[in-house]
């Protein structure tokens, strides 16, 4: 009944999303404002269903319903029921599934948010976007369909990957993660439309950048969050391993993070019109691209799904959308010619169109990184490996010099700026930055990437908030307001500004405490019997012995260790060994001893009670936590930066760039959004 019911909801969802695909794409094309209502229909229809067959699932796992493939696939009896619920996105089928609901969600989202708006705008934004619902709703009634029915049934399930249940961080990991990816499906609709209008007006620019940004935040949170994970489930003593998967969700950040400043250029200068519709498009190409490499099992990664057969569907799909994304590019793109020129080097829009160089040369270079080897052995029969030092000898210098930019961008003026005055406004931030530098080397600490690092971070944290604070200066000097209602004043009238600056800090944070917990990381390991000591830096690691214990879905080998910090403080932790029924080898759990200066992590990697003796890898990571305490600046500057304005209103330009445009078809596309 479940898998009847769920698969009719599928179908139900393919059905509306290639209706209204249709008559969203025509009607636009034909200006025809009739067939609106239409498309909102379908949105609706492609939401409810594809909420309602996410329920159905749920409601097959929860009840241990294994006449449901998916939930024999993943379910069992003695998982624990919040596992059971999160198992909906822990395989194949069930987190394409979850991608519709996420899809469904977004689309409904911004057809409630903007459908007073001009239906022609809307109809090819929305066509656009259930088009790609279609190849989703597509997925997953046929190569991905979870709801196919299980004969004969079987008693029980192997339950989730055990990787999968080792971590409450597995919990709100995946849904960030998508909701950054599906994210993108919403700017991508909107440039298309753009587009096929061959219009690039303030209209279009405020709602592609907000929902971009609304999704560049979900996908910062799920790439910071996975690292997370991997730190504090995988037991490998790190964080970040350039693995396949891992670069995938980083691609498109760093194309959707250029296409954030290309906009300020594009909306101060009508500048670079095409250039920043190709970074939308390119988001979300490598979102898809992102979501084939995970899915296809093409990658042997601990973060992808097993052997599929939905990689030539995927490869079908990433071939038709380069196709429509260049051929519009190429069609539409001599008519968004800009409106201005670049007239000095020493200005913000030059500092902003470095900056997006590099993080494309960031993109090229870590894309090339992680497609080689299967390009080399398609081509070539020969099977190699690009590991972590191509990819740090690449991306790290790219990685200072946007440091570098985040510093001077927001120093520099619109237009040209006086070298006198430039000079005068970079000695005291560039004195801070020697300061630190010279610090850190009498400290003994060593290193040209991580000084130069500490060094831009003193220098762009001098600046970001000078500019933070100054307007507040301004107005407690001419307002005579005191500090607080100074500086709420001065976020509310400028949100985007003060927004960004917010995030600009966040990601100091995160290129500092990278910077130092892979330079400056000490190591040991060893075997030690009850009561000997392990010694890491100034850390005391005494063994006291072995606890065990049993859950519902597995049994657990825990060691009991005290720790004496250099402080003299004495803790105990406890790493482990976790057994599944369905795993021939246990899973381990490091134990981790969390400060704001550094982290001890020890890893159990054997033990024998016989003897009384336990082997530990042992780790100290100096700042490594401040990675994902970050995550609080990155929310806060993102939503500051969202925030509407009062009575803020877009306006289209008065000239339509296409002559063919009759004069009725200039319309609001974000009231009260801007």
């Not at 249709?22 to 498309?39: C, E, I, K, Q, Y």
């Not at 096929?196 to 303030?202: Q, S, T, V």
Request: aromatic letters at 12%; hydrophobic letters at 50%.
């Amino acid at each position: 009944m479940k898998a009847t019911l769920g698969y009719a909801l599928v179908l139900g969802g393919l059905a509306f999303a290639s209706f209204g695909a249709l008559v969203g794409l025509v009607s636009g094309m034909r200006r025809n404002d009739a067939a609106f209502p239409w498309v909102l229909r379908c949105v609706y229809g492609f939401a409810a269903c594809m909420v309602g067959a996410n329920l159905v699932m749920e409601w097959a796992l929860l009840t241990d319903d294994f006449s449901v493939q998916y939930v024999a696939q993943v379910g069992s009896r003695a998982t624990p029921t919040i596992y059971k619920i999160v198992s909906l996105w822990s395989a194949l089928e069930g987190s394409i599934l979850f991608w519709g609901l996420i899809m469904g969600g977004y689309v409904l989202a911004f057809a409630l948010t903007h459908r007073r708006e001009h239906a022609r705008y809307m109809s090819l934004a929305l066509g656009t976007m259930l088009a790609v619902g279609v190849f989703f709703s597509f997925l997953i009634a046929g190569p991905a369909n979870p709801f196919h029915a299980m004969s004969p049934v079987p008693p029980d399930g192997p339950g989730p990957n055990a990787l999968l249940q080792n971590h409450y961080l597995m919990i709100i990991h995946p849904p960030m993660l998508y909701l950054g990816y599906v994210g993108m499906t919403v700017p991508f609709g909107i440039a298309v439309a753009a587009l096929l209008r061959g219009e690039m007006g303030d209209a279009w620019m405020a709602p592609l950048r907000r929902w971009t940004l609304f999704a560049w935040l979900f996908l910062s949170i799920g790439i910071i969050l996975g690292a997370w994970w991997a730190y504090a489930v995988l037991g490998w003593g790190g964080y970040w391993a350039w693995d396949p998967v891992e670069n995938a969700s980083f691609l498109p950040w760093l194309t959707s993070t250029a296409f954030m400043h290309s906009t300020l250029v594009h909306e101060r200068k009508k500048m670079l019109k095409l250039w920043t519709l190709s970074l939308v498009l390119s988001s979300f190409v490598l979102t898809v691209l992102g979501t084939f490499m995970t899915r296809s099992g093409i990658f042997n990664s601990v973060h992808s799904f097993t052997q599929s057969d939905i990689g030539p569907t995927f490869l079908v799909f990433i071939a038709l959308l380069l196709f429509v994304s260049i051929t519009l590019l190429a069609v539409r793109g001599p008519l968004l010619v800009a409106e201005s020129q670049i007239k000095s080097l020493l200005s913000r829009e030059t500092t902003i169109l470095v900056n997006n160089l590099v993080f494309v040369a960031i993109t090229f270079t870590v894309l090339l990184g992680t497609l080689y080897p299967l390009i080399s052995e398609a081509v070539r029969g020969i099977k190699v490996s690009v590991g972590e030092p191509y990819f740090n000898k690449m991306a790290v210098p790219g990685g200072v010099m946007v440091l570098f930019l985040m510093g001077v961008g927001p120093m520099l003026p619109w237009g040209s700026a006086d070298p006198k005055t430039v000079r005068e406004r970079f000695w005291i931030p560039a004195a801070v930055g020697v300061a630190i530098v010279a610090a850190c080397l009498a400290g003994g600490l060593r290193g040209f990437y991580p000084l130069l690092t500490f060094g831009l971070a003193g220098f762009v944290t001098v600046i970001t908030l000078r500019e933070l604070f100054l307007p507040v200066k301004v107005r407690m000097s001419e307002h005579r307001e005191g500090f607080v209602t100074a500086l709420v004043g001065s976020a509310t009238k400028a949100r985007r500004r003060f927004g960004g600056y917010i995030v600009h800090l966040g990601i100091v944070v995160i290129l500092v405490a990278v910077g130092a917990s892979s330079a400056y990381v000490t190591r040991t390991s060893g075997t030690v019997r009850v009561g000997q000591t392990l010694k890491i830096g100034d850390y005391g690691v005494k063994y006291l012995g072995l606890a065990s214990g049993k859950e519902p879905h597995r049994t657990f080998v825990a060691t009991r260790v005290e720790v004496t910090a250099p402080n003299g403080e004495v803790s105990e932790m406890a790493p482990r060994m976790n057994y599944y029924e369905t795993m021939t080898d246990p899973v381990g759990t490091p134990a981790v001893r969390s400060t704001p200066k550094e982290d001890l992590y020890l890893s159990l990697m054997a033990f024998s009670e016989d003897r009384g003796t336990a082997s530990f890898n042992a780790w100290i990571f100096p700042l490594v936590g401040w990675i994902w305490w970050s995550i609080p600046l990155l929310v806060l500057g993102t939503l500051i930066a969202l925030w509407p304005a009062r009575r803020a209103r877009a306006v289209v330009e008065s000239r339509p760039p296409v002559a063919s445009a009759p004069p009725d078809s200039e319309g609001e596309m974000n009231r009260g959004t801007a």
